[in-house]
């Protein structure tokens, strides 16, 4: 063996690099272990009684002839809950389990714990349940009073006051939250030309692989061990303690194994329940959804109902837009409040306005829960404001491209919130970029590259090309105001004479790379190669959560402001040992910046490790001002535009994406194949929104909830991507990096929508298309 | 719930016999789908998988006998030429995974009207081939389906094989879908042109409480076609088009979560359309 003198002027792995992520080759070999492979000698399992009704008073429960059953430990129900009968993100409104009523299909009632699955579902199947059924309110303009819909100009106060006469989900009425933004003067304001549409989003579910799942364990000091799939452990631990009266430091979570997440696992599945089956048996629970069950388990994407306008002068400049959003945020108010905060800021997208009329509401009704979902607010805002500046194109006789050009917003340009944008905002350039990427060739040969796909429909009858445009705007990180933090635990030791760095965040993977980024920061500010992410838990201070595109900006920045504290110790060791001066650690040396490498970090490490636990912020925002959505809301924006090429058989109504081609700002690309892998399986779920993904809710009644009618693209489905990267340092964030994983979600539905749009020739107003949508005009004869 | 695994078809029929509320199981894409769902909870469960002689194919006398179990891979593979609607319909079955557990045999057994392999049967009038502990019986396919999810088994049969003859002429398969693979059919048609007997065959799926053939549709084209199928030219576009409107006529669709009736009729006048277009432009190239 030889011993190399080169100095590196790098880490290896470090920052800019794709290293090879520790959990992959397991993912991909089956070997990883997921929380529903969890496992404890002894343990029992949950099941959960749900309800069959949208909205029912529950008159009485009689869980005798469950109990009754034979290896059935426990069947508990409201009054079993040992603290607050109701929890939530931001409002604490939902039941833990139902009391007096039930107000959404699915909505849990009894909990069982047996010692084998199928007795435990047996047993729930044994509880009765007498409830008395009253009629839904389903359609979210009858629950604000509001059936018609009526136009743009309303009055929208009229709104709140006919909505408490409605028959209402909560006794406080049935708006969530009604946000307006009122920029420049938009009532007053006429344009030249003007262009209208309705438009609606259906409900997307987020689909993880993984089912919600996990096993809880009865501590002896009367407290609960947790290991469970989710997407913020200390605020599911803060919602916890107030169900179960424990105090936060009686309950312990561990991450278990994550099968994606997209939004769905940030309100709490079966938690609380697994928790109570323990603490009442004195045994492990163990908790899994099936399939089914885990479409009534979590919350889906909001459903929306758009009107918009638009002015603009004759040359296509915006003078104003005014609009109203309506999200249906299902029985329970969940993440409804930040939605509607993303849909009303976000509202017009990523385009100088000078009047902006907004109007957005969320409202309860007896459909299931929405909540978050990969880009929030923002993807349905999109599809809205992108059809009608695709309108307005046409309108005024200029391409997609050059109607977006001339309106987009850039550094400098101030939002309809009032709030400056202060960081690179390359919108023109990311039209620009993917006019310039060459076009795919003409229609396919292979039958199976056809729309219709393997089903054989087309040999080329009925095939017409579309290419469309579109462009997307999201905010990065917690908003208005809301204290957005991340704690890290960084530790530097000698383990068998090598320098070695532990990290502990509770910040959770869900698949994205955050363990992998984690150490690639560490050997980047500590020039130690050998670095350990330790498993996510509440024993180190909350990571907020793994949503709104923050862990890089909020766990990266935490975890590199703990390795400066770690290397400002090692450096007044560095002096002590080597004299005063300036100093840099690199591929395990020390330098000083005068002398060059003066010795090895390991030296440093003889007299103990170092270790700092450090919290960072990113800087503070605002609220919005509830009459006129003034306000600094945001900490960042992300762009992302699409182009997306179809095959249209416009005979039967099928599609097919030939190809997407993705320009997207990420500031600083951290780990460059990770970004390509979240720009790729975000234009995938924006693809899945335009042409079948959809929770078919009729009567409040889920009709398809199964991947039997559940579709999602297959590799079929999903084309092959052109991609550009741009990297435009935001100058307030860490690294200059900016948050990746929902802007591609954003813009890639309205861009398939207008490429389907431009081969067909129909006005589509709804996502998912549908075959009928497209072959309407030869339906209705 | 008992499972009873034998490694006979003789053994296997004496246990249906002995138990017949016993569910058949193969390649469990169905079955096991409905136990996991719970709309099914059978007292006990038949496993086939040890009965060799099911997954076997054979030709004599210009036919294929088909085994229940020979799974829809191996028809891709093996029976392209022999029956070509059969195994146009086995691609879009599924996903590999499924198709290489999924077999005829189980199509024919949950008779839902969605069987991808249903309407290419009905195409060429193949024929079932039943067997008990007693006896053994050729069930027309035309008789075969007596409502949503029910065919003319006894209780105490098995399903052993499918007999079809031999393809004499162009066949065809189309299936609408709202993915381009591993989806369940909106509405799905198979049309096969018999030039030997003169006839044409077809097969309507997800479109009536049953498959179907669309009898008027392949009178009208049989017809159409007598003096053409010698020295064959383009068909004039008001017979394609009237044999389109006939096998729309055929369906008796409803609107479920996959898609509407008017659609499905829609759909399936333009799958008539193009089949009929794609055989016969075959026969052309054939007869040249």
């Given at each position: 063996m030889t011993v190399s003198t080169e100095v590196r002027n790098r880490t290896a792995g470090g920052i800019g690099e794709s290293p090879v992520r520790p959990d992959g080759t397991f993912k991909v070999t089956g070997q990883f272990a997921y929380s529903s492979d969890l496992w404890m000698d002894g343990m029992l399992w949950g099941a959960t009684l749900r309800s069959p009704h949208p909205r029912a008073r529950i008159t009485s429960i009689d869980v005798g002839p469950a109990l009754k059953l034979a290896g059935v430990s426990a069947v508990l129900t409201h009054d079993d809950v040992p603290g607050e009968k109701v929890y939530g993100l931001e409002i604490a409104d939902q039941p833990v389990l139902a009391f007096d009523e039930v107000r959404y299909q699915g909505e849990p009632v009894v909990i069982v714990a047996a010692d084998h699955p199928e007795t435990a579902r047996r047993a729930a199947a044994l509880v009765v349940v007498d409830y008395e059924v009253v009629e839904p309110v389903t359609d979210p303009r009858e629950a604000v009073g509001h059936p018609d819909w009526k136009p743009v100009h309303d009055e929208p106060g009229e709104r709140t006051a006919m909505s408490r006469d409605r028959a209402p989900v909560h006794p406080h009425g049935n708006i969530v939250r009604h946000q307006r933004i009122r920029f420049g003067d938009p009532d007053a304001v006429t344009a030249d030309v003007v262009v209208q549409g309705d438009y609606e989003v259906g409900m997307q579910d987020q689909a993880f692989l993984g089912p919600e799942s996990g096993l809880a364990v009865p501590a002896d000091d009367g407290g609960v061990d947790l290991y469970v799939a989710t997407q913020w452990l200390h605020v599911d631990r803060r919602q916890m303690s107030g169900a179960l009266a424990l105090p936060e430091e009686k309950i312990r979570l561990t991450l278990a194994g994550v099968g994606g997440a997209f939004g769905a696992r940030e309100d709490l599945s079966m938690q609380v329940h697994a928790c109570m089956l323990a603490l009442r048996t004195g045994r492990p629970v163990k908790m899994v959804y099936s399939r089914e069950e885990s479409f009534f388990g979590?919350?889906?994407?909001?459903?929306?109902?758009?009107?918009?306008?638009?002015?603009?002068?004759?040359?296509?400049?915006?003078?104003?837009?005014?609009?109203?959003?309506?999200?249906?945020?299902?029985?329970?108010?969940?993440s409804t409040p930040a939605v509607v905060g993303n849909a009303s800021t976000l509202g017009v997208g990523p385009y100088d306005v000078p009047n902006v009329g907004m109007d957005c509401w969320g409202v309860y009704t007896n459909n299931p829960p929405c909540g978050a979902m990969r880009g929030f607010g923002a993807v349905q805002a999109a599809f809205g404001y992108e059809s009608q500046m695709d309108k307005l194109a046409a309108a005024v006789g200029l391409s997609p491209v050059e109607i977006r050009t001339l309106n987009a917003v850039s550094e400098g340009s101030i939002l309809p919130t009032g709030q400056r944008i202060d960081s690179p905002a390359p919108v023109a350039e990311l039209m620009h970029r993917l006019d310039a990427m060459p076009l795919p060739g003409s229609v396919d040969q292979d039958i199976r590259l056809l729309p219709g796909g393997v089903s054989n429909t087309t040999h080329g009858e009925g095939v017409r090309r579309g290419v469309g445009y579109a462009v997307g705007i999201k905010n990065v990180g917690f908003s208005e105001g809301f204290d957005d933090y991340s704690t890290a635990r960084v530790r530097i030791e000698l383990v068998g004479d090598e320098p070695s760095v532990l990290v502990h965040t509770a910040a959770v993977e869900v698949g994205q790379g955050l363990v992998?980024?984690?150490?690639?920061?560490?050997?980047?500010?500590?020039?130690?190669?050998?670095?350990?992410?330790?498993?996510?838990?509440?024993?180190?201070?909350?990571?907020?959560?793994?949503?709104?595109?923050?862990?890089?900006?909020?766990?990266?920045?935490?975890?590199?402001?703990?390795?400066?504290?770690?290397?400002?110790?090692?450096?007044?060791?560095?002096?002590?040992?080597?004299?005063?001066?300036?100093?840099?650690?690199?591929?395990?040396?020390?330098?000083?910046?005068?002398?060059?490498?003066?010795?090895?970090?390991?030296?440093?490490?003889?007299?103990?490790?170092?270790?700092?636990?450090?919290?960072?912020?990113?800087?503070?925002?605002?609220?919005?001002?509830?009459?006129?959505?003034?306000?600094?809301?945001?900490?960042?924006?992300?762009?992302?535009?699409?182009?997306?090429?179809?095959?249209?058989?416009?005979?039967?109504?099928?599609?097919?994406?030939?190809?997407?081609?993705?320009?997207?700002?990420?500031?600083?690309?951290?780990?460059?194949?990770?970004?390509?892998?979240?720009?790729?399986?975000?234009?995938?779920?924006?693809?899945?929104?335009?042409?079948?993904?959809?929770?078919?809710?009729?009567?409040g009644k889920l009709r398809n909830p199964s991947f039997t009618d559940y579709l999602m693209p297959t590799i079929m489905d999903m084309p092959p991507m052109r991609v550009e990267v741009l990297e435009l340092a935001d100058p307030h964030s860490p690294y200059g990096l900016r948050g990746v994983g929902e802007p591609p979600t954003i813009s890639s539905t309205p861009a398939i929508v207008a490429a389907v749009r431009a081969a067909s020739g129909v006005d589509l107003k709804r996502v998912p298309i549908r075959p009928e949508h497209l072959v309407a005009a030869a339906l209705c004869h | 719930m008992e499972f009873f695994r034998p490694t006979s078809l003789a053994e296997a029929c004496q246990l249906k016999s002995e138990h017949p509320d016993a569910v058949p199981l193969c390649g469990g894409t169905d079955v096991m789908v409905d136990i996991n769902f719970d709309r099914r909870r059978p007292d006990a469960l038949l496993d086939l998988t040890g009965v060799r002689e099911l997954y076997e194919w054979s030709r004599y006398d210009s036919h294929v006998r088909v085994g229940a179990a020979v799974p829809y891979t191996t028809i891709i593979k093996e029976l392209s030429a022999d029956a070509p609607g059969l195994a146009i319909a086995s691609r879009t079955v599924g996903s590999p995974q499924i198709r290489n557990r999924g077999s005829v045999g189980g199509n024919l057994g949950s008779a839902s009207p969605a069987g991808d392999a249903l309407p290419p049967l009905l195409a060429v009038d193949a024929v079932v081939e039943t067997v008990s502990a007693t006896n053994r019986r050729r069930i027309p396919i035309h008789e075969f389906f007596l409502g949503p999810k029910r065919n003319a088994l006894q209780p105490d049969e098995l399903i052993a094989a499918v007999h079809a003859p031999v393809a004499g002429g162009p066949q065809q398969f189309a299936k609408v879908g709202t993915r381009n693979a591993m989806v369940i059919a909106v509405c799905s048609f198979s049309l096969a042109l018999h030039p030997d007997t003169g006839r044409v065959g077809t097969g309507i799926g997800s479109a009536a409480p049953t498959p179907l053939a669309a009898t008027q549709a392949e009178d009208f084209l049989s017809a159409e076609l007598a003096d053409r199928w010698t020295g064959p030219a383009e068909l004039p576009d008001d017979v394609v088009r009237r044999f389109g409107e006939l096998v729309a006529g055929a369906a008796s669709p409803i609107d479920d979560v996959r898609g509407t009736a008017d659609y499905r009729r829609h759909a399936l006048a333009i799958l008539a359309r193009r089949t009929l277009t794609w055989t016969w432009a075959e026969h052309i190239r054939r007869a040249q």
């Open positions: 979590h919350v889906h994407r909001h459903p929306a109902l758009m009107r918009y306008e638009h002015g603009a002068d004759r040359d296509g400049r915006l003078v104003y837009v005014r609009a109203h959003i309506l999200l249906d945020g299902g029985a329970y108010t969940s992998t980024v984690q150490a690639q920061i560490a050997r980047s500010e500590l020039g130690v190669e050998r670095v350990t992410v330790a498993a996510a838990d509440t024993q180190v201070g909350s990571g907020g959560s793994t949503s709104a595109s923050r862990q890089t900006y909020v766990t990266g920045g935490a975890v590199r402001a703990g390795c400066a504290a770690v290397r400002s110790s090692l450096f007044e060791r560095a002096a002590a040992r080597y004299g005063p001066g300036e100093f840099r650690l690199v591929a395990g040396k020390v330098e000083s910046l005068v002398d060059g490498v003066v010795g090895d970090i390991a030296s440093l490490l003889l007299d103990g490790p170092v270790e700092h636990t450090v919290q960072w912020r990113h800087r503070p925002t605002q609220p919005l001002d509830e009459a006129t959505g003034r306000g600094n809301a945001h900490v960042q924006w992300a762009f992302c535009a699409h182009r997306a090429v179809v095959d249209v058989d416009v005979e039967l109504g099928l599609i097919r994406v030939v190809e997407l081609a993705c320009v997207q700002d990420v500031g600083k690309a951290m780990n460059p194949d990770a970004v390509l892998g979240q720009i790729h399986g975000g234009s995938a779920q924006g693809l899945g929104l335009a042409v079948m993904e959809e929770v078919q809710v009729v009567d | -």
